[in-house]
C-alpha cells in the first residue's frame, strides 16, 4: 500500500503549481492528461508514494506545457491550463484532502497578478531553490532575529 505525500498547490491565471513534498524520492513518475488528471508515484526511503488528482479544468499535458524540477526536498510542476481563468479549487470535486494544502509561498490573488513578480517562466528555474535548502523549511525574517537576539 502506498503513502501520499504532502502537496501544495498555486495558481496563476495561466497555470497551476504543484510542490509535492518528498525528499530523497526515486522512481518518479508524473503523468497529466488533457481531461486533468494528474498521478504521481515514486519511492522515498525504500517505501512507495502515489496520488491521484482530478484537476478542477483541462489542462496542455505535452511536453513544454508540463514542466517538473527536481529537488533534494520537493518535486516541482508547473502545468499550463488550457483556458486562461483562475480556478475556484484545484479539484473537481470539493471534497477535502488532507494531504492538499495551498502554497501561500508562491499563492497570487487574482487581482494582484499584474503586479506579481516571479510570474515568467525564470521563476521556476531558481526562485525556489533557497526553499530546498532550508534546514527547517521556515522563512527567513531578519526583523524576529534582531529581536531574539542574534
Not at 39 to 67: I, N
Not at 81 to 106: A, Q
Request: charged fraction near 35%.
Amino acid at each position: 500500500m502506498s503513502r501520499q505525500p504532502e502537496v501544495l498547490w498555486a495558481q496563476r491565471s495561466e497555470k497551476i503549481y504543484l510542490t509535492i513534498s518528498l525528499p530523497d524520492a526515486t522512481d518518479v513518475a508524473l503523468k497529466t492528461e488533457p481531461n486533468g488528471h494528474f498521478t504521481f508515484s515514486a519511492v522515498a526511503h525504500g517505501e512507495p508514494f502515489s496520488f491521484t488528482l482530478e484537476l478542477f479544468d483541462s489542462v496542455l499535458p505535452e511536453g513544454s506545457k508540463t514542466k517538473t524540477k527536481m529537488g533534494l526536498r520537493n518535486i516541482i510542476c508547473k502545468i499550463q491550463k488550457e483556458k486562461k481563468g483562475w480556478w475556484k479549487r484545484l479539484l473537481k470535486s470539493e471534497e477535502k484532502h488532507p494531504y492538499i494544502k495551498v502554497d501561500w509561498n508562491k499563492w497570487c490573488d487574482e487581482d494582484e497578478e499584474s503586479e506579481a513578480s516571479g510570474d515568467s517562466d525564470d521563476d521556476f528555474d531558481g526562485a525556489n531553490e533557497g526553499d530546498e535548502s532550508d534546514d527547517d523549511g521556515m522563512l527567513y525574517l531578519p526583523d524576529l532575529e534582531k529581536l531574539r537576539g542574534k
